[in-house]
């Protein structure tokens, strides 16, 4: 009479894991992710991090003074994507990397200095705490970058929404 119920409760416990197991080893996990940027492949912290205020994510633009065309045409199309937040602009901040301010940019942008090798004019979603999340791309052509930009502000919408309901 005993046996019965410890035999159920051992197949309880090992059913989930040998199911968990093979689905490792067979390779039935999902390829695809529902975010639109990629994942950095190693964590990247913005050194001396400071969050203004209460925002709980930042977009930055890898800006290096060698980068120009490309550059202002990702501020530019930065500054429709933080139109288009509407009301989630005061959750998000902007921030620039290794960008000298010898010219005219937005007082809007906080500025840092990072040493790692970043593309010229990606775009990036960094969290409250300055850990750099998703990477998105610059492409030469328009409608790509256009397609990227829309990723972005769905997977930031998607953040903010994640973090309001935590």
């Not at 994510?57 to 288009?84: G, H, M, R, T």
């Amino acid at each position: 009479m005993i046996q019965r119920p410890l035999g159920i409760f051992i197949v309880c416990c090992l059913v989930p894991l040998i199911l968990a197991y093979a689905a490792i080893k067979l390779d039935w996990l999902p390829q695809h992710t529902t975010n639109h940027g990629q994942f950095l492949p190693s964590e990247l912290r913005v050194p001396s991090w400071q969050s203004k205020g209460e925002q709980l994510w930042s977009i930055a633009i890898n800006a290096p003074d060698s980068c120009q065309s490309q550059c202002d045409v990702q501020f530019e199309a930065l500054e429709k994507l933080y139109i288009a937040l509407g009301k989630h602009q005061k959750d998000v901040s902007l921030v620039v990397f290794n960008r000298t301010f010898g010219e005219q940019i937005s007082p809007q942008y906080q500025s840092y200095t990072l040493h790692e090798k970043l593309p010229p004019a990606s775009l990036y979603l960094i969290d409250h705490r300055g850990l750099l999340v998703l990477q998105y791309a610059y492409f030469d052509d328009q409608d790509k970058n256009r397609i990227e930009q829309k990723g972005l502000i769905k997977d930031l919408k998607k953040l903010l929404k994640y973090a309001r309901s935590s």
